[in-house]
């Protein structure tokens, strides 16, 4: 049973207080959290402070253990992180990269076997074109997708994905997505999604989770979370909420809520 436990966690950076305190809600198997909030919140941080690569208060437990008590090879096997900023142009190509990633995890595929899975992986991402072109040669979409293909060489049990879509089209959005879905569904897997686009965690997610100013503000299914309330509140924005098949929420955008105080907030709302 795949499980994720996530307590508690508080990052400083000198004397700022990035995260608070922050615990998200237990994912199981196929369980796919949203994580949303505005800019500097602190959605990268708690990514990071998951993935072990930031150092933080709290526990990070998956299948019942802490981090600490999997072994490193074990713990990154199982646990694919795809940061912020997509891979930086180079003279590499993206096969290369596909190569040595997994040399430097340790999976163990044939080479037969590993071929075999990146062609797969290239396939679901139509990257073949581009398996070849240096990284300096690619638009920025395309290395977004060869980011999340580094991802999914391991076919992790948990994938984090730090705003996997941002620097995508509309079509690609919805592809890489669906991957992520798919994989979550037929292996019983979990993800967290960093993500700005609400209508996108809306569609995909089980769970949302909202942080501002380093505090988890809001958790819960879609349509709890996703409130005309705590659009204005956290978001500063104005929008109306519709409902739409399976009881899923509709955000209509208005105007952005400027120069506003918790009090005009209020009276507005
Ligand atoms: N390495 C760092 N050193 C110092 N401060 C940092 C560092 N990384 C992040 N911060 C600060 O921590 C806070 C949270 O940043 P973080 O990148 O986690 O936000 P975010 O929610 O991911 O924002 P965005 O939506 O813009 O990606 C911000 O105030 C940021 O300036
Ligand atoms: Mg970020």
Redesign the pocket.
Known sequence: MIELSVKDISVHYGKNCALNNVSLPTLRAGDVLGLLGPNAAG??TLMRAVTGAQNHKGTVQLNGKNRQQHKQTDWHNRVAFMP?TPPQGSALKPIELMWSATRSLGISFSDKQLAGHIESIFDALELNDFAMKPLDALSGGKRQLVGLALCMLRQPQVLLL??PTSALDLYWRMVVLDLVAEHVRSTGAIAIA?LHDIDLAVRYCSHIAIIDQGKLVAAGAPAEVITRENLAKIYHIDADITFGPNNLPNVHINKPLRGMNNETLNINL
Do not use: H
């Open positions: 959605k990268s912020q730090d705003e960093a």
